[in-house]
Structures are given as C-alpha cells and as structure tokens.
C-alpha cells in the first residue's frame, strides 16, 4: 500500500482527464478519475479518496451537484474538493463556495499550480 | 500517454462536440428550446474551448470564448434565441469547425473577424449594456473595496486562555523561525510587509484546513510574527469550531502582495484579512450557532496608505446572491435528467480491430473445415454444432465493434447544405430517418464522398430554384431527406428531393451526343436514369463550383461499388428524385446458400434469398421460346438457369428437376435462379477476385469452402440484369 496522496478526478472531457491523469500521476500522485458526477458519487459510496477535483460543466450531475450531494452526507462532508474550471467569475466562485467547494483552479491549468493548490488543501 | 496522444484524444473530441452542438442547435431552430438542448450546446463550445486553453490552441480559445459567451447569455435567458440568431449560431459553429481543422493540421486560422462581429453584436443587442464580452483572460480583481475592518476592541485584557502551550501550533506556522513571542516590527528586516489574518469559524469548514493555507504562507518566506490572543475564552467557553486567534505575518518585500493574498483568495469569505504595518487585526468573528458564510472582512490596502477609519458596516456583495445560488443549485441538481449512462468506452486502433476480423474471418473458415471433416461423427456432433455457435457469436462481437451509427456522417449533412444555400441560394430543408442505423466503420468512412456527391448533385440538379418551385405549385423550399435502414441483410442509404426529376430527354440527348450511348438503342427510362452514371456525363448547362463537371456521379457509383454495394434510381418528373445505396452490413464475411450447378459448386449471398423451392411441372410456364416463367402462388417470377448464364456446357437440369432460388434485385425485382442442388448454408470469407484474377461480370467474389477449395460467390444483381436484358447497355458503357 502506497501512502500517496490518492485524487479522484471528476470530468467528462477525455482529453482533460488525459491532462489530468498524466500532470498528477507523473508527480507521484495515486489518481482515479469518473466520466461525470453521477459516476464519481457511486464510485465514492464505497471508495475513499484523499482530494477531489471536479469539473463544473458535466452532463447528468454537475460539479455543483456533486459538491452540494457530497457535503450533505456524513462521509464525505470534510473532504477536500477542488473545483477546476474555465470560468473564473466572483459569481461562479461564489457558487461554488456556497456549494462547498474548498478550492478553485482556473483551466488550463499550470501542473505545478495545481499540484501546489492540491497540497494546499491536503490533510 | 504522450502530450500527442493526449492531443489526438481532444482533437476526437472536438468532433464529437461539433456534431453535439450541431444536433443541439438545429434542434433549437427546428423549435426544441429546452434548457437541457441549450445547455449541451454550450457545454460542447464550452468544451472545446476549455481543452483549446490547456493545448494552447490561442486562436482557438479566442473565437470559442465570443461563441460561448453569447450562448451563456442565450442559456441564461438573456438574449432570445430567435431564428436569425440559430442560422447566425450554426454559421459560427462551422467556423469553429474550421477552427478545430486549423490547431488539428496547424494550418492557417480561419478567417472569423466578421463572424466575430456578428457574435458579439448579436451579444450586445441581447444582453444588458453593461455586459460586455470579458477578455480572454479575464482576471478577477479582489473586491478592492476600501472597506477599512473594524477596529479590534482592545479593552479585553481578560487573558486567562493564554496560558494555553500554543508553541507547538506556533512552531508549526512560522517554520523556521524559532521566535513564539509577540515580536516588534523593528526585529523583522526593514522592507517587509505585514498580513493580518484572522480565519473565522467557516474556515474549517468544506474540507478547509486554514493550517495548510499557513504554511503556505511560511513557504512564502512568512514569518508569524504576533498573535492575537485577545479573543480567546476561558477553557470552559472554548468552541473548538470557532476562531478566537488572529496571526499577524511578515513577509519579504520580495514577496508581492498578491502572491500572498492570492492563497486566501477561495477562501477569502471565512477569512479576515488585511494588509498594511499599519493595519488593524480584522475583527474576530464568534457565530453562534450556524457557521454563517456572511460578511467577510476583507480588506486589502495598500501598504503606503495606511487606513484607520473606523469600521463601516462594509458587506462585499458576494454573500447576498451565494444562498439563492445554493437553491438554484440545489434545484438544478434534483431536476437533473438521470440520462441513460454516456457507456463506459475505450479507444483501440484500428488495426488491431481489423486483425481481429481478419483472424476471426480465418477462423470460420477453419471451423467449416473441421465441420466437414467431422461430418458424419456422431459423436462430435454436439460439439461441432456449440463450437459453430459460438463462433457466430465471436463474429457478430467483432462486426458490432465495428458497426457506428450513421449518425455521424448525416450530421455533416447540414453544413454542406447551408453552404450550398450560400453558393446556390437554394434554401433546402433537411430530413432525417433512421441516423442509429449502424454500419462498418470502413464503409462509413467511404460513403461520405459519394453521399456529398449526391446531396450536392441533389441541391445543384434536382432541386429547383424558389421561383420555379413556386410556379410549379411546391413550397419554396425544397426538401432532402436522408434516410437509412436495414434490409434483409443490407443496409439502404437512401438520398431524396423533392425536386424536378431527372430530364430524360435532356439526359439521352447528351449522352448520344457525347457518345455514350447509340442513337438506335432502345432504352427504358430506368435505363435513361442510369446513364447519369457514366463516365464524363454531365447534363449542367454551366460549370459550376457545386457540381457540373461531370466527375460526380461516376464517381460515386464506382465508390459504392468498391463497398460491395449498389446504387439505383427512382425519379419522376415535377416530383423528385431518389438515389438509393444498398450497402453490404459488413465488408469480411457473409451468409450464403453453397449450391452446385452441374460440376461447380457456387455461392448465392444471403441477401437476395428470399425462398427456395422444388417446383412441380405445372408450376413452370413457358413464355416465349427462350422464357420459362414461375408461378409463385399466382404470381409469375422469371426463370433464370445459373448453368446458361455462366456458360456452363455439360448436361444442364430442367427447371422441373432442380431446385429454384427466388432472389430479389435491385435491376430486376424478383427472379427464380435455377440450380441443380443446394448442399448447404453457411457463412463465407469475401475474397476479392479481382484482386487475385480480374473481374468477371456475374461474380462477386471467392470464397473457401469448408473442404479447401475454391467457389465462386454469385453477383445476383448482374447475372439476373444480364439475363433480362436489363440495362446490360449501361453496364458495358460504365
């Protein structure tokens, strides 16, 4: 068992997962990643993660409703979750903060930045 | 995975987003205005503009950032989506398409500087004034509100919580510096600056952890240099939920203030900052119960100007929308359509699926063999016949791997039809039918051309201008509908207008003229129809860029005969014009009726068995000298002997002795092939025999039997058109 930081990444765009996958896990980062939010929930009512990052723009459960659905649950209501998106508005920010979001990255996304952004929300 | 492949994997996806938009916005146009529609429009453009960032695609991002900025205002309600702005949308979609094909080849950006414009304008008269496109990079500023933080009251001296060992929680924040102690500023190196903060119960909340924003400050070069323990109650009134300690950092000047700030700036609401020497801690925030989000002290000044106001009552706006932003949330989450799952998918070469097909192919050749070679044993028997299953089922995985809808070839149908709106003025309504009907990835790939051929052919020949349609009595706008289905075995493509029909005067008259055809021949109109395929043939009046040239039709039909399939016409004159495309499902393996004809033995494709039967003598009538018909429960079906039509020269059986396949054809509708036995039915390997030999007219291919060797595969189609006599002309000619 490796104790590496072990991320969930939620996104339905292949190619960003791609982008994803390759920045963290070449920097040691164990990473699993879901099409959408839909599929991240399932996969986390049984699995555990150490950071999740999110898309917000997803089709059948947004990075919104996966925020808001996680928090309202016992096991994942203190979970570190990056929201990683285009947009960089106050107002989406807001949004996201409301929904109970711990963090922002704007896309695209630097690979050390995010590291860095990963680790500042890490326990 | 290499940056290229990662590449290749968005450049696929652009394509999928392209087609996504497309389908989403003529939905729009044809009046599903739905929120779901509407948003996976803008999800697409969105899509592709977040990947054109990450892949540094700079033209790119900066068209899909004016396309989906106005389709954020268009989702939000802002701007109606009227018909103008729908032709005006999907006219930007095929420049982004355009777009995508630049970064993807790294050719020459196209030009958008007027579509630009159209956008933006089509933006600015929808949306509020004050809305206007952000820049690409749009930065968000802090709300630099000069809102001073309150002065922190000082008259508590009550510091009985003090004593508490915070050395070790200090330890933790300064890092290196080993001073615990309140310090004055005169021990920090001179240029410094100060950072006052103080978290407040929210902090901790959501998964935050405000230590780690700390040490990232400490990694800064940060020292904590005071704090604030005013705050703090006695132990028996301590909320571990709560912030009493407010921490007063010195950071190098080296370090610019943004840099610092911008570590809090997600957090900024749980947060009381504030920056200056000068600047007073930002009040403590005990909340009673709810940890509340509201009223977030944040003040940024600058260092030079220090501020001591006291305390406006100062609410950054931020607070007020983010509750009715969390209902909104809430509402779209639960309203959210459980879609069937997008299904889990890999991406594979191509080659690597077309040698399992190759060996799959292989494969039910050697089981036909050992089917032979076993008949007969019993006790194999059971074996032979689960071993025969299953290699069936292995086929039908293979080709389904293969098969896509045809879906994604229809859908580029709409772009050619607004350009040739543009080149042609021809304004054509497109219908579709049947676009999840599933074909192999091979012969999809080869029907885009010759499909562009015949909408292009359709638009340019068929369909008339609004005038001439109107004075016909037909609506201005013509109609092309695509349509696809499977068919016994085959897949029918078909392509119809609606237009004039095809001019046979006009067509015999040139192709006589160009010498295609001799004056003297006596041609059905079917066969008048078909000579728009010949070589060189064109009836245009002038050369145009859409059609006219004469390299189309030919062209096409010789294309969809290298897919193993063929292509006929209906036309009427005043109503319309169809071509349809009779596609082989699969290009590798095919069923088949193994029959012998006197010492041949030969294979009759599937596709055209209809029935096969022994007939009596009365059943058969002679029409003619040379024409022996067959009555099919009263209906009569020509006779056609397989052994007459390959030349076959020994002792030939009489139509009342063998066995008659009813085939249906294209060229002829039914007829009743004669054959002396059918020994089996089975599934066979197209081999090409003109690769291999040279093409023989009424043979489709080879294929290897069971027992190794070679038969002969029967083009229905042609041997039954040849026997009747049907448009043999136009054969020889094309």
Not at chain 2, 47 to 60: D, E, M, R, T, V
Not at chain 2, 235 to 258: I, N, R, W
Not at chain 2, 713 to 734: K, M, P, Q, Y
Request: aromatic residues 4%.
């Amino acid at each position: 068992m490796s104790n590496a930081l072990r991320i969930l990444t939620v996104d339905d765009s292949a190619s960003m997962r791609a982008l994803l996958l390759h920045a963290l896990s070449s920097r040691g980062f164990d990473v699993v990643q879901a099409d959408d939010g839909q599929a991240a929930l399932q996969w986390l009512v049984t699995n555990d993660v150490d950071v999740i990052i999110t898309d917000i723009n997803m089709p059948r459960l947004d990075g919104f409703g996966l925020i808001e659905r996680l928090r309202s649950g016992e096991r994942h209501c203190d979970r570190p979750i990056l929201v990683l998106s285009t947009e960089s508005s106050d107002e989406k920010k807001a949004r996201a903060r409301a929904a109970g979001a711990t963090g922002w990255i704007v896309k695209p996304f630097d690979a050390d930045k995010l590291v860095a952004a990963v680790r500042r929300v890490a326990h | 995975m290499t940056p290229e492949e990662i590449q290749q994997i968005f450049f696929v996806e652009c394509e999928e987003s392209l087609a996504a938009a497309e389908a989403g916005l003529a939905a729009c146009r044809d009046g599903t205005q739905d929120d779901d529609t509407v948003n996976s429009v803008f999800r697409a453009v969105h899509s592709i503009k977040g990947g054109a960032g990450a892949f540094g695609y700079a033209g790119l991002q900066a068209y899909t950032h004016t396309f989906e900025t106005l389709l954020s205002d268009v989702r939000d309600g802002s701007v109606p989506l009227s018909e103008t702005l729908c032709s005006l949308l999907l006219r930007a979609l095929d420049t982004l398409s355009d777009h995508v094909t630049a970064a993807q080849e790294g050719t020459a950006l196209p030009d958008d500087a007027a579509l630009l414009a159209e956008l933006s304008a089509a933006q600015a008269n929808g949306a509020p004034a004050e809305k206007t496109p952000a820049p690409v990079e749009a930065k968000t500023e802090a709300p630099a509100a000069p809102a001073a933080p309150a002065v922190a009251d000082d008259d508590d001296d009550d510091l009985a919580g003090a004593e508490i060992d915070l050395d070790a929680l200090l330890d933790d924040l300064v890092g290196p510096a080993p001073t615990a102690e309140p310090a004055t500023a005169a021990a920090a190196p001179a240029p410094g600056w100060q950072l006052h903060l103080h978290p407040h119960a929210g902090a901790m909340r959501n998964g935050a952890e405000p230590m780690t924003l700390l040490r990232e400050l400490a990694s800064m070069g940060a020292r904590c240099v005071s704090c604030n323990l005013s705050h703090l109650p006695g132990l028996d009134m301590l909320d571990c939920e709560q912030g009493y300690l407010g921490f007063t950092y010195e950071l190098p000047a080296s370090v610019a203030e943004s840099d610092a700030t911008d570590v809090f700036d997600f957090v900024r609401d749980d947060w009381g900052i504030a920056v200056g020497n000068d600047a007073a801690m930002p009040p403590v925030e005990i909340t009673a119960k709810q940890p509340a989000s509201e009223a977030a002290a944040v003040a940024v000044v600058p260092p030079v100007a220090p501020v001591q106001a006291d305390a406006p009552d100062a609410v950054p706006a931020a607070a007020a929308p983010a509750t009715t932003a969390t209902a909104a949330a809430a509402a779209a989450a639960s309203s959210a359509p459980v879609a069937p799952a997008a299904g889990q998918s890999i991406r594979i070469d191509l080659a690597k699926l077309d040698r399992l097909i190759d060996t799959v192919g292989e494969m039910v050749i050697a089981q036909a063999m050992l089917a032979q070679r076993l008949e007969g044993d019993t006790a194999a028997k059971e074996e032979l016949q689960m071993l025969e299953g299953l290699t069936r089922d292995i086929q039908e995985s293979a080709m389904s791997i293969r098969a896509q809808p045809i879906s994604s070839v229809f859908s580029r149908v709409p772009r050619i039809l607004r350009e040739l709106a543009v080149s042609t003025g021809k304004h054509v309504r497109l219908e579709v039918l049947g676009e999840t009907t599933e074909l192999d990835k091979t012969v999809l790939e080869r029907l885009g051309e010759p499909l562009t051929h015949l909408i292009r052919n359709a638009v340019d020949h068929g369909i008339e201008s609004a005038d001439q349609r109107l004075a016909a009595g037909k609506p201005a706008e013509g109609t092309l509908t695509l349509s696809a289905e499977q068919r016994s075995g085959r897949i029918l493509i078909k392509v119809a207008d609606d237009g004039k029909g095809i001019d046979r005067a006009r067509v015999l008259e040139k192709a006589i003229a160009q010498g295609i055809v001799a004056a003297e021949n006596q041609l059905t109109p079917e066969d008048i129809d078909h000579l728009i395929f010949a070589p060189g043939f064109s009836t245009a009046q002038t050369v145009t860029s859409v059609s006219g040239r004469g390299v189309g039709m030919d062209v096409v039909r010789q294309n969809v005969k290298n897919l193993g399939g063929r292509i006929t016409i209906e036309s009427e004159a005043g109503v319309g014009t169809t071509f349809t495309l009779a596609l082989p499902l699969t290009l590798a393996i095919s069923d088949g009726m193994i029959v012998n004809v006197g010492d041949q033995t030969l294979v009759v494709p599937l596709t055209h068995v209809v029935e096969s039967l022994r007939p009596t003598a009365q059943d058969v009538q002679g029409l003619g000298t040379a024409r022996q018909m067959l009555n099919v429960r009263g209906r009569f079906v020509p006779i056609i002997s397989v052994a007459q039509q390959t030349g076959y020269h020994g002792k030939q059986v009489q139509a009342n002795e063998g066995v008659l396949i009813i085939v249906d054809t294209q060229v002829a509708g039914q007829a009743a092939l004669l054959v002396d036995t059918i020994s089996d039915q089975r599934q066979f390997v197209i081999k090409s025999l003109e690769a291999n030999y040279r093409a023989v007219e009424g043979v489709a291919g080879a294929t290897i039997l069971g027992d190794g060797r070679v038969a002969l595969i029967l083009d229905v189609d042609s041997l039954v058109g040849g026997a009747l006599g049907h448009s043999s002309a136009i054969r020889e000619a094309a």
